[in-house]
């Protein structure tokens, strides 16, 4: 079965900083991969999506995330974070053949400050 | 644009009294899910309908029901809600076979008096 783990369940850095959002991932399979934004009260909106094209994949917002095998990792980064970044983000993994059912991490919440 | 959409987005019941979410998709995807979330957790899976095939996870209470009368629609149905149901309700769609990239609804908020 694969898992998900995001490391740091609440991170906060000043306005124009860079941001960077933890994922690791267990897979005996190569995974689909995928960060998700959640805004107060809202559904969830997909960032970007690794899905075994290139390693490094660009998203919505400026949001990038690198897939790295080795690590097992997918970390998220933003280089200039703003005030309207703050949100609960969650990373996800899918494993075909399951009816694409997603595993989530636990969220990290990012708190964007003047 | 073709989207996830929920009604209400915000609901109030009393304790006992059985209520209906709704969820519809313009997307055409073949997957429709129910998520439950609480405050400050990941959304966990309810159940979801692949087509026509309803498929319960195994921690689901019997308490929470679905009908997925046509492709577009999908009903979510708390038969005696508690307290503890309270919590934000997430509809999301994907295509299989595919990547697993859901789409969601915008939620709606549930309360329980």
């Known amino acids: 079965a694969q898992s998900v783990t995001q490391l740091g369940s609440h991170v906060s850095v000043s306005e124009g900083a860079l941001v960077l959002l933890r994922c690791n991932y267990s897979s005996s399979v190569p995974p689909y991969l995928f960060w998700y934004v959640q805004y107060p009260n809202q559904g969830l909106q997909l960032l970007l999506k690794y899905t075994s094209a290139a390693t490094l994949v660009k998203g919505i917002n400026d949001f990038e995330a690198e897939f790295k095998k080795s690590e097992t990792s997918f970390h998220l980064t933003k280089p200039s974070a703003h005030m309207s970044d703050a949100a609960e983000y969650f990373c996800?993994?899918?494993?075909?053949?399951?009816?694409?059912?997603?595993?989530f991490g636990t969220g990290t919440r990012l708190q964007v400050t003047l | 644009d073709a989207m996830v959409i929920q009604n209400p987005r915000y609901q109030v019941t009393q304790f006992g009294k059985p209520v209906t979410l709704s969820c519809s998709q313009t997307l055409n995807h073949n997957v429709m899910y129910w998520y439950q979330q609480k405050s400050s957790q990941a959304p966990k899976l309810l159940f979801h309908?692949?087509?026509?095939?309803?498929?319960n996870e195994a921690d689901t209470p019997d308490n929470f029901q679905s009908r997925r009368p046509n492709t577009s629609f999908c009903f979510l149905d708390i038969r005696s809600p508690g307290l503890g149901d309270a919590a934000m309700y997430l509809c999301?769609?994907?295509?299989?076979?595919?990547?697993?990239?859901?789409?969601f609804g915008a939620g709606t908020r549930l309360s329980v008096l």
């Open positions: 996800a993994v899918s494993v075909t053949g399951t009816a694409s059912k997603l595993t």
């Open positions: 999301a769609t994907s295509r299989d076979p595919g990547t697993g990239e859901q789409y």
């Open positions: 309908y692949y087509d026509k095939d309803f498929n």
